[in-house]
Each structure stands twice: as C-alpha cells, then as structure tokens.
C-alpha cells in the first residue's frame, strides 16, 4: 500500500511558477513509476509528466517544454515544478504510483494509487 500526499498548490499569475511536491509513504519508492496527471475544470484526468524508479522521465506532448517532472528517492518525494503558467493550467493536480510495470504507464488506469490532489488556478 502506497499513500500520496500532494502539497505546492496554490494561485499564481500567468506566467508565473509553481513545485508541486507529492510524499509517497513506504520503503520501496524506487519501485514505483510515479505520474502526474491534471483535471481540468469539465474535462477528463489527463496525463502530465511520468518518472520511472530509474528516475528516467516522460511526458505529454502537449506539457514537454513548461513542466518538468523529477524525482528524490532518499526523500520518497517527487516533484513536478511548472513553469510559463498559462490560464489554462488551471486544474487538480493528482500525483499517482504503480509497481512493476514494464512499459512507461502514462493512462489513469495503469496507476494503482492516488493522491487527494492539489488545486492549481492560474489568473490571467
């Protein structure tokens, strides 16, 4: 059993910064392939950014560039700092794991645990 606990969000101006920051309870984070996923306001969960135990990343297409995903193994924490905030940005952002997968797992129903979800709103 994996618990996740988002914390980072917040309001920010467009084109401003925010680090999220997701702590994974347990002892075998680096097994996990961690995600970040967003919902916006109306719209399904979608896929951000993804980070394997090998801290090796992937990510949306539409999200590569601004954001970026990383990882802290000693700490059992991974990040996702987002950078050049755009008024549609605004969204929950979930932080999810899953073990033992061999291919990247970047669809809701590939992670097995999620957190509570922080609220990002980006002003115009």
């Known amino acids: 059993q994996v618990h996740l606990v988002e914390s980072g969000g917040g309001l920010v101006q467009a084109g401003g910064s925010l680090r999220l920051s997701c702590a994974a309870s347990?002892?075998?984070?680096?097994?996990?392939?961690m995600g970040w996923f967003r919902q916006c306001p109306g719209k399904e969960r979608e896929f951000v950014a993804g980070?394997?135990?090998?801290?090796?990343?992937y990510y949306s297409d539409s999200m590569e560039g601004r954001f970026t995903i990383s990882r802290d193994n000693a700490k059992n924490t991974v990040y996702l700092q987002m950078n050049s905030l755009k008024p549609e940005d605004t969204a929950v952002y979930y932080c999810?794991?899953?073990?033992?997968?061999?291919?990247?797992?970047?669809?809701?129903?590939?992670?097995?645990?999620w957190g509570q979800g922080t609220q990002v709103t980006v002003s115009s």
């Open positions: 980070v394997r135990g090998n801290g090796r990343t």
């Open positions: 999810a794991a899953v073990s033992g997968r061999v291919a990247p797992p970047r669809l809701v129903g590939e992670f097995a645990y």
């Open positions: 347990g002892h075998t984070f680096n097994s996990y392939a």
